[in-house]
């Protein structure tokens, strides 16, 4: 484990460090009196930081590129009033900890997809049971979904940020389904899985976040509607049948996510599942954004964010009110699920979605 992240680097000002990093990015430039020196950004878990290299350019240029692992050594100070690192000497690393280079979920991955499952398995559909029962049983697929990043920059950005953005999806999901009773509940959730599933292919995690050719000439939206295809195909294979108006209304879902033409979808949403998924996965980003914009105020304590580029906006942090209830650490909102009413129907109680078999064993 490393023993020196970024954000510690801010209360080193002046003084020597000695660290391993990740080069998210490196750029050669020139002085006005024509001498080459390089701009670099180094990041880990924590975050990044800029650093410069103004002697031996010849020597750390070839180390110093994008997506290369180094153990960096130099000085951290202040430039514009933020930390940078002036770099003296590099070596590319061999043995690492990923996880000390990349940041991750806040939250823990494993009870994530431990209540992703749970969710999944309350579905009543046979061939959406089937379909997920399918997607589940490739433990590269599995794998890929613990660990994918949301996006490279705009939300959830990080490892573990697609099963994030997925498992708020569900459960928001489920909410929705739970006030309108109109609505296809175990269509929505599938839905809420598979919306963002191309995402799994379409970015690389490691060393930096960025899109793979596939996911730069196909998109993610594509790249999820074909693979989702496929595992009709085999639950078609097993079952006999996978329903052709079910099949056409859950891949509308994924082809729609983004709710207009402008913004990537090839259609857009023409059923409800198909309206709410698109509510729902822009609130789940937008409440990402005005969180993390909330993250960086103008300078310590100050009651606006910086400008949010992903937003076009600054945010109103204020402060909350000393008397509010929700400021108090004692103040706790219920919002466990109400008792379910017994069924008074002549047929005997109905079953609750979670007394079928599990999905995951």
């Known amino acids: 484990m490393k023993d020196l992240y970024v954000k510690d680097l801010e209360d080193l000002i002046e003084k020597p460090i000695e660290s391993v990093f990740v080069v998210a990015k490196a750029e050669a430039r020139h002085r006005k009196t024509g001498e080459r020196y390089l701009v670099v950004v180094l990041s880990d878990r924590t975050g990044k930081i800029e650093g410069t290299v103004f002697d031996n350019v010849e020597v750390l240029e070839p ?14 100070g202040l430039y514009q009033n933020a930390p940078r690192v002036r770099i003296h000497a590099a070596s590319v690393v061999e043995e690492y900890d990923m996880t000390d280079l990349i940041p991750s979920s806040p939250h823990d991955i494993p009870s994530m997809f431990y ?32 660990k994918a990043p949301a996006a490279i920059r705009y939300h959830h950005n990080y490892m573990g940020g697609l099963l994030e953005h997925t498992l708020n999806l569900l459960r928001l999901a489920n909410v929705v389904a739970a006030t309108y009773p109109s609505v ?16 799994i292919d379409e970015y690389t995690l490691f060393p930096v976040i960025e899109q793979t050719d596939e996911g730069r000439l196909l998109g993610h939206i594509l790249m999820g509607y074909e693979r989702v295809q496929k595992a009709m195909d085999r639950v078609r294979e097993r079952k006999g049948d996978f329903p052709e ?30 309206q709410i998924l698109h509510f729902l996965d822009y ?25 949010w580029k992903p ?43 979670s007394d079928k078999e599990g999905l995951f064993g």
Do not use: C
């Open 115 to 146: 209540e992703v499952q749970s969710l999944l398995n309350t579905l009543q559909n046979p061939y959406l049971r089937e379909l997920v029962a399918v997607l589940f049983e490739d433990t590269e697929f599995v794998e890929k979904l613990k």
């Open 184 to 199: 296809d509940r175990d269509l929505l959730l599938v839905g809420a899985l598979l919306h963002d599933i191309g995402k």
């Open 63 to 76: 180390i110093l590129t994008r997506g290369q692992v180094v153990r960096i050594r130099g000085q951290v």
């Open 283 to 307: 609130l789940d980003s937008r409440v990402w954004m005005f969180e993390e914009a909330a993250q960086h105020p103008t300078e310590p304590g100050a009651r606006w964010s910086e400008y």
């Open 311 to 353: 937003l076009s906006r600054s945010v109103f942090i204020g402060g909350m009110e000393e008397n509010s209830p929700a400021s108090s650490p004692d103040f706790h909102m219920d919002l466990s699920e109400p008792p379910r009413p017994s069924s008074s129907s002549e047929e005997g109680p109905t079953s609750h979605p």
């Open 245 to 274: 108006e079910l099949r056409l209304r859950l891949l509308h879902l994924i082809l729609s996510h983004h709710g207009e033409l402008a913004k990537g979808s090839p259609v857009e949403p023409r059923t409800l599942e198909a």
